[in-house]
């Protein structure tokens, strides 16, 4: 598949975010694990290759299945509502 700019810059954020799973990479950009890898190493840095490959590798919320929790957005208790957060005021 040929990807513009763009969709490969999503592809490669979805796959740091760690709780974007790469069953979301593949409904969205029909694209299965071993290839999201695979980009990965064609358009990153070996040492940040290595560094995302060791991170990801053996992560329950990088897999679906594997999750222990109920899919959705996660919010951490002490996060602040967006409203009085002080980025958002610039």
Do not use: Y
Request: hydrophobic content about 30%; proline content about 1%; overall charge positive.
């Amino acid at each position: 598949m040929s990807f513009n700019t763009v969709e490969l810059d999503r592809i490669i954020e979805m796959a740091w975010e760690d709780r974007t799973t790469f069953e979301a990479i593949e409904h969205q950009f029909n694209l299965k694990e071993q290839e999201v890898i695979k980009i990965m190493r064609t358009h990153m840095k070996p040492k940040s290759f290595r560094l995302w490959r060791t991170r990801v590798q053996g992560r329950k919320t990088k897999h679906q299945k594997l999750r222990s929790f109920e899919s959705g957005r996660f919010k951490c208790t002490r996060q602040r509502q967006i409203t009085h957060n002080k980025i958002s005021k610039r």
